[in-house]
């Protein structure tokens, strides 16, 4: 197995992509007996593949959360298709890739490769340049709004609670728990957050799917009217569409339905929007195809008049969503929060509830942690 792929030297007035790695590191959860819960899903790790694409002595980094099989996909597809290409612009490589990996498969693992190899290459662009990446999108913010994310189903009430008011600790104004899995234990749950966050502080709940039309719409009253929450994130299924519709329909008026995160291509979201289907728009940058992915999905964000939540990966998502006019807020989740320090020098830290990019950091500002990912890995070799 190989975790690298190299071609000939570029020519010497042109900055083009000779080598691309790839590394994939997986990283064990710290929930209660090591897992953690959510609507549907129980996971017992986190894995992050890292693609780097290097050319002229520089390197660009980019990553996506998925399973380690992204990351031969990367290298048998998308790692021949780069070698020799101009660096300066990653929607043209965007646009070939999308092609190339057609009979393949776009959405899913697809989707996750090209979203990191993108990143990558914007990342490699801005250093090219020497620009910190937020300079060189059409940035119309320079922070991003964040809201804190975990609260998972398996924590106990004091884990729970503990960590919704450390959000708040660091003015953090808004929370978001998963809920659904055992929806009887539901009440007891947001009753305890809402005394640890107190009445200024804006709760938020995620079923992952996991409950029918009737039930969505049933909790969806009870969440509002009894806990104040203002946003329900897939309540239903994000493929119901029908559903999300009716729910979006007949909740309260201030309960926001929300979905997208599980979005790969450009249909994916006209499907959401058309006719609409949410209140907020959720876009994630390691799944939709990357940064070009998103700049996409903001134009058909702004055209609609629906504002788009960034969903996880806050290390690229803080520059990314800079450009993105309708912009609502990034979901600062746990794991990846997590995951990102771990592995990733160059990480930011809320102030003032928000993230804002370094402005005198090249490119992302990210570099791997080699000595401390090197004990997660699980794909490629560590570079000499």
């Known amino acids: 197995m190989t975790g690298r792929a190299t071609a000939g030297a570029a020519g010497p007035d042109e900055c083009r992509i000779d080598a691309v790695d790839v590394h994939a590191f997986e990283v064990p959860t710290d929930g209660p007996d090591g897992k953690e819960e959510d609507g549907t899903l129980e996971w017992g790790s986190t894995t992050m593949i890292v693609v780097r694409v290097h050319a002229d002595g520089r390197s660009g980094l980019g990553y996506t959360y998925g399973d380690v099989s992204v990351a031969s996909f990367v290298m048998s597809k998308l790692a021949p298709l780069l070698h020799g290409q101009d660096v300066t612009a990653p929607p043209a490589l965007w646009r070939r890739m999308g092609a190339h990996i057609r009979n393949a498969g776009r959405p899913g693992v697809g989707a996750m490769a090209v979203s990191a190899v993108d990143v990558a290459l914007w990342d490699l662009k801005a250093r090219v340049l020497d620009l910190p990446?937020?300079?060189l999108l059409p940035a119309y913010h320079d922070r991003v709004p964040v809201y804190?994310?975990?609260?998972?189903t398996n924590y106990s009430l004091d884990r729970l609670t503990?960590?919704?008011?450390?959000?708040v600790a660091q003015d953090i104004p808004l929370v978001k728990i998963k809920t659904s899995r055992q929806p009887e234990r539901d009440?007891?749950?947001?009753?305890?957050?809402?005394?640890a966050v107190g009445d200024g502080t804006?709760?938020?709940?995620?079923?992952?799917?996991?409950?029918?039309?009737?039930?969505?719409?049933?909790?969806a009253r009870r969440f509002?009217?009894?806990?104040?929450?203002?946003w329900f994130e897939e309540p239903v299924s994000s493929g119901d569409l029908e559903g999300l519709r009716m729910l979006r329909a007949r909740a309260p008026e201030r309960l926001e339905i929300a979905a997208g995160e599980y979005a790969f291509t450009p249909r994916d979201f006209v499907n959401l929007v058309e006719p609409p289907a949410v209140d907020c728009l959720q876009a994630d940058v390691t799944r939709c195809g990357g940064i070009t992915g998103v700049l996409e999905v903001a134009g058909l964000s702004a055209v609609r008049h629906l504002d788009l939540s960034a969903h996880c990966a806050p290390a690229v998502s803080a520059h990314v969503f800079c450009a993105v006019r309708r912009l609502r807020h990034l979901e600062y989740f746990h794991d990846h929060v997590r995951v990102e320090r771990l592995l990733l020098d160059g990480t930011l830290s809320p102030e003032g509830g928000a993230l804002r990019p370094d402005p005198g950091r090249p490119g992302l500002g990210l570099e791997v942690r080699w000595a401390d990912a090197e004990p997660h890995r699980v794909?490629?070799?560590r570079p000499a």
């Open 379 to 381: 794909y490629g070799t």
């Open 148 to 152: 804190g994310s975990g609260g998972f």
């Open 187 to 195: 009440p007891r749950r947001l009753t305890a957050v809402r005394e």
């Open 224 to 230: 509002h009217d009894e806990w104040d929450v203002r």
């Open 202 to 219: 804006e709760i938020f709940t995620d079923a992952n799917g996991a409950l029918t039309r009737k039930d969505a719409l049933y909790w």
């Open 133 to 135: 990446l937020v300079r």
């Open 162 to 167: 503990e960590q919704v008011a450390g959000w």
